[in-house]
């Protein structure tokens, strides 16, 4: 079904959800309910291949207001149905159910999920610390969005050395559909072509984030990709589609 069919329901959970299910038959992946949080019913989906290393992680949604994260997930599944179950993954389709159901950037109470790493007190990011504490990760990708965007972008947290140049290929990948963001200062930080390399010992202010987390506890590679939340959705969602098939091509 073409995306453009449903961009007018990004918003709607169950119907993320009724396709998540659809992909999870077709393709052999699993999908497993957690708990509620603000009423509503979270899930982890996994693959028969998810053993305890060389996980690709990906989470979209911690954001409410960030739909094309949730979109771009799954079309990117949508776009590998036969190869699904091949791949080890452990996916978190939406971390913020009432945030996208009310387009918000914050839980029910007011809470912004990705300021919390710390010590969560919310059953779902509770849930995947534990479940997580003793698996090794070869890639973690977290799908977001930024209203003040002017293109894509990607946050590599790096702790000095010479980066790889994967950071350029995924937002090489991406530009096909959306240009990389050209400001060289992105939410306070230095950016160059669309890359922030933020450090380790200079974290938000305001708590500890997922990406960051999984960086310090798992020393893995861990991507955040952003598109701009005021472009086109169907754009948004090939965009992070397309920068995750590169991500995971090349992990
Ligand atoms: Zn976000």
Known sequence: MPLSVNSYQSHNYKFLLHRWRKICRKSGLRVQKIGKVDDHACYEIYSPALHNRDIIY???????????????????????????????????????????????????????????????????IRHILNRTKRLKFKLVLNLHEDFDGRGIYLYEPSSGGRPSKNAEKIIEAGSFLIPPDSRRMIEGRKAKNGIIRPRPTNPPKDGVPEALYFYLEHKCLTYTFETPS?????????????????????A
């Open 58 to 124: 990906i989470s979209a949604g911690i954001h409410g207001d960030e739909s094309g994260s949730t979109e771009g997930l799954l079309l990117w599944a949508e776009s590998n149905i036969d190869q699904l179950s091949s791949f080890p993954l452990l996916i978190y389709p939406c971390l913020n159910p009432w945030g996208l159901i009310n387009n918000s950037r914050c839980d029910a109470s007011g809470v912004d999920l990705n300021r919390i790493w710390e010590s969560p007190d919310n059953l779902l």
């Open 230 to 250: 005021e472009y086109d959705l169907e754009f948004r969602a090939l965009a992070q589609s397309t920068m995750i098939q590169r991500a995971i091509s090349i």
